[in-house]
Nanobody, 124 residues
């Protein structure tokens, strides 16, 4: 079992930066591919970013490419999502996810564990 707890959400203005954290506990380690997803009100959960177990490979949704950066510190069992140049359309609940697989998957259904989510609101 893996437990995931997100933190760092908040109310931001367009253009601001914010860093989300996801603390892992339980059967953790570099064997888990980690991902960030988000779900806006009335919309389906969508892939944002993913990172391989070692941290050497990353993948991003086109909508956040160049603005968001995913990273992980396996010694601290923590995954991060650095979000820059925030836009109103980034408003959503952001979820951390873990998958016991070799490759990054953009499918929500392919994830094995989920955090409870953290709200990010971008508004002027």
């Amino acid at each position: 079992q893996v437990q995931l707890v997100e933190s760092g959400g908040g109310l931001m203005q367009p253009g601001d930066s914010l860093r989300l954290s996801c603390a892992m506990s339980g059967r953790t380690g570099s064997s888990y591919v980690m991902g960030w997803f988000r779900q806006a009100l009335g919309k389906e959960r969508e892939f944002v970013a993913g990172i391989s177990g070692s941290g050497g490979l990353t993948r991003y949704a086109d909508s956040v490419k160049g603005r968001f950066t995913v990273s992980r510190d396996n010694a601290k069992n923590t995954v991060y999502l650095q979000m820059n140049s925030l836009k109103s359309e980034d408003t959503a609940v952001y979820y951390c996810a873990a998958a016991n697989r070799a490759r990054i998957s953009t499918a929500a259904g392919a994830q094995d564990y989920w955090g409870q989510g953290t709200q990010v609101t971008v508004s002027s």
